[in-house]
T-cell receptor
Framework: DTGVSQDPRHKITKRGQNVTFRCDPISEHNRLYWYRQTLGQGPEFLTYFQNEAQLEKSRLLSDRFSAERPKGSFSTLEIQRTEQGDSAMYLC???????????FGSGTRLTVV | QKEVEQDPGPLSVPEGAIVSLNCTYSNSAFQYFMWYRQYSRKGPELLMYTYSSGNKEDGRFTAQVDKSSKYISLFIRDSQPSDSATYLCAIFTGNQFYFGTGTSLTVIP
């Protein structure tokens, strides 16, 4: 097992296009989180899955954002009609326990031009 | 008021110095406290994790939690140039993390 894997590592897209990111958590980790991090800031919570159920969504997750975890394994985060303000690092983290010690992936860096 | 407050620095110290990084938090119900290290263009890497007041030591790193004053600290002894990174404090509620903004640390050889 190589940890949390995110794909792609970098994505450059034109404003208005749709993008989709993928996260493969550590095997058998039932908890999965998406975070967004902008330069000079700490990660901000976006959404949380326990198995395939999306249990919590941040107000940061506008209507243009949607996340899925269809089989309780990998997850996808889609951004529709991207805006320049969506440019950020999108981080995924997973854990087997509620109490913490999450492992983060290296992130997908999105640039909207 | 933000859930977690952290001085962004930057902090620059000579090799071998003791480094002290600090955060305050707002909600006394928070239970789990972490320190993450993040290198440029990488995801955060868990350094220390504790859920109680007091000290927890791991090699050159000591995490300290004072729940009465809602204050958490990370101490790095004998700092090395390889410790140069951004250090993020994080509070975990059981459902989500709240991160500080991160403190940028540079250890000068």
């Amino acid at each position: 097992d190589t940890g949390v894997s995110q794909d792609p590592r970098h994505k450059i897209t034109k404003r208005g296009q749709n993008v989709t990111f993928r996260c493969d958590p550590i095997s058998e980790h039932n908890r999965l989180y998406w975070y967004r991090q902008t330069l000079g800031q700490g990660p901000e919570f976006l959404t949380y899955f326990q198995n395939e159920a999306q249990l919590e969504k941040s107000r940061l997750l506008s209507d243009r954002f949607s996340a899925e975890r269809p089989k309780g394994s990998f997850s996808t985060l889609e951004i529709q009609r991207t805006e320049q303000g969506d440019s950020a690092m999108y981080l995924c983290a997973s854990s087997a326990r509620q109490s913490g010690d999450y492992t983060f992936g290296s992130g997908t860096r999105l640039t909207v031009v | 008021q933000k859930e977690v407050e952290q001085d962004p620095g930057p902090l620059s110290v000579p090799e071998g110095a003791i480094v002290s990084l600090n955060c305050t938090y707002s909600n006394s119900a928070f239970q789990y406290f972490m320190w993450y290290r993040q290198y440029s263009r990488k995801g955060p890497e868990l350094l220390m994790y504790t859920y109680s007041s007091g000290n927890k030591e791991d090699g050159r790193f000591t995490a300290q939690v004072d729940k009465s004053s809602k204050y958490i600290s990370l101490f790095i002894r004998d700092s090395q140039p390889s410790d140069s990174a951004t250090y993020l404090c994080a509070i975990f509620t059981g459902n989500q993390f709240y991160f500080g903004t991160g403190t940028s640390l540079t250890v000068i050889p």
